[in-house]
């Protein structure tokens, strides 16, 4: 499914003339096309994830959006809350940062990655079950750990429980904001490559949040690059990693090259 995003504002509201509006998101366009692996890179307090939650109509209550942001066909600016939420439920999948947050911790392994498929779709619990165990297979989670909880996993698993939980209906348009930050360097590329691996076999569209170029190359071909709120720079991602124009960019880069010749790693 497509993404797009035009001059897209996010301000946080006034109150009262003390604390007169402040605009966090100006401007910003960017797209995504159908199956299209693109990624959103920018250091931190950049914008990006609020730009992400603007897309997905769940950004904090005091703050606004404006502008448009065209899901397929839905408008989501000023969209009425019941289509927002069936979009995303039924269009969208989104992997966050911290899985230890946004997994419940009260909830197992099967009941987290169930949850989408009770709240959006109308199906027995055999068949809950099966879609359940597929999807615990493709992100190779083993079916013992179904009724685990999520303090029972390590880090890199409680993502492949988040990233499940996220695919199993098979969204059109998956976002995922800094989804490795919290993980070692090993077990995050193995976590990019298995979200890349299932995005491309579902067919969706892949908007990929990140302040790292060395896991933008793993997983995406074309970027955009913000920098105080604004997009400044955006292309193929292979071509802003060797001939980057806008400073952000190329400290961003070079940032990535350092971590991985410390690594002993290619870029
Ligand atoms: N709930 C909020 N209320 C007011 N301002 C906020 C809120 N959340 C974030 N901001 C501000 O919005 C700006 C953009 O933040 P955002 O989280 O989108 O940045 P980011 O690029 O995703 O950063 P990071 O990579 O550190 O996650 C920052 O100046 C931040 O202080």
Redesign the pocket.
């Known amino acids: 499914m497509s993404l797009i995003v035009h001059d897209l504002t996010v301000d946080?509201a006034a109150r009262g003339r003390r604390a007169p509006a402040?605009p966090?998101?100006r401007g910003v366009d960017l797209r995504v096309d159908d199956g299209e692996r693109v990624g959103l890179v920018?250091?931190?307090?950049?914008?990006?994830?609020?730009?992400s939650r603007a897309i997905l109509g769940i950004l904090?209550p005091?703050?606004t959006a404006g502008g448009s942001v065209l899901l397929g066909d839905t408008q989501m600016i000023g969209a009425d809350e019941n289509i927002a939420a069936s979009m995303r439920g039924s269009y969208t999948g989104a992997v966050f940062?911290n899985p230890a947050a946004a997994l419940n911790p009260v909830r197992t392994v099967g009941q987290s990655i169930a949850l989408p498929l009770r709240l959006h779709y109308e199906l027995d619990r055999d068949e809950i079950r099966e879609r359940v165990l597929r999807q615990m297979r493709a992100v190779e989670l083993p079916e013992r750990l179904e009724s685990a909880y999520p303090h029972e996993l390590s880090g890199g698993q409680r993502q492949r429980v988040a990233i499940a939980a996220a695919l199993v209906t098979s969204p059109r348009l998956i976002i995922a904001?800094?989804p490795t930050t919290a993980l070692d360097a090993v077990v995050q590329r193995r976590i990019v490559d298995l979200l890349v691996s299932l995005v491309d076999d579902l067919g969706s569209s892949l908007l990929f949040?990140t302040?790292d170029f060395a896991v933008l190359k793993r997983a995406t071909t074309r970027c955009y690059v913000?920098e105080a709120?604004r997009i400044v720079e955006e292309g193929a991602t292979e071509a802003l990693l060797h001939d980057a124009r806008h400073a952000v960019t190329q400290s961003l880069v070079e940032a990535a090259t350092a971590l991985s010749l410390r690594g002993g790693e290619e870029a």
């Open positions: 946080v402040r966090i998101v920018g250091p931190s307090g950049s914008g990006k994830s609020m730009v904090p005091h703050l940062q904001d800094e949040i302040h913000m709120g």
